[in-house]
């Protein structure tokens, strides 16, 4: 199983960052969870 996990995201310039990334994040790393830390 993998999990990518997302640490410190804080702001909307971090979600604006998470939302532009997962795609590929997703693609390169195929993730069967993701786990992100917003703050």
Do not use: C, T, Y
Request: proline fraction near 5%; charge should be negative.
């Amino acid at each position: 199983m993998r999990i990518l996990f997302l640490g410190d995201v804080v702001a909307e310039h971090g979600r604006d960052a998470v939302k532009e990334l997962m795609p590929q994040l997703i693609e390169e790393f195929a993730p069967d969870f993701i786990v992100v830390n917003g703050e």
